[in-house]
């Protein structure tokens, strides 16, 4: 089972910046889109950045675009979201999540959707304060 953890949450003041980080082990397949999604109290999960197997293709939610920079390691196996310009709107549990893709037909495609992905973290909290 492919296993899914993120990194790097935490509380900061309006403004500021954060970086989280999501690793994948335990990997079962030769590549993996993936994705952040964030949950904030009462509301449904939503979409905020994607990223393609090879990270030449990303995609961000437009509530979060020209803040949230989505990126990968060298690997494929880690991927990070630096937050910047961080708003109260963006307090939330952010949820890593990840897919096969089929290698190399797949490899510079991206998903944004929940029901597309497979694998997920358990979530980490973002709190920005005003």
């Known amino acids: 089972q492919v296993q899914v953890v993120e990194s790097g949450g935490g509380s900061v003041q309006a403004g500021g910046s954060l970086t989280l980080s999501c690793t994948l082990s335990e990997l079962t397949d030769s590549a993996y889109a993936m994705a952040w999604f964030r949950q904030s109290t009462g509301k449904e999960r939503e979409f905020v950045a994607t990223?393609?197997?090879?990270?030449?293709?990303?995609d961000s939610a437009k509530s979060v675009k020209l803040r949230f920079t989505i990126s990968k390691n060298s690997a494929k196996t880690t991927a990070y979201l630096q937050m910047d310009h961080l708003k109260p709107e963006d307090t939330a549990v952010y949820y890593c999540?990840?897919?096969?893709?089929?290698?190399?037909?797949?490899?510079?495609?991206?998903?944004?959707?929940?029901?597309?992905?497979?694998?997920w973290g358990q979530g980490t909290q973002v709190t920005v304060s005003s």
């Open positions: 990223i393609s197997w090879d990270g030449t293709s990303t």
């Open positions: 999540a990840a897919t096969p893709v089929s290698y190399p037909v797949g490899s510079s495609s991206y998903y944004r959707r929940v029901y597309e992905y497979t694998y």
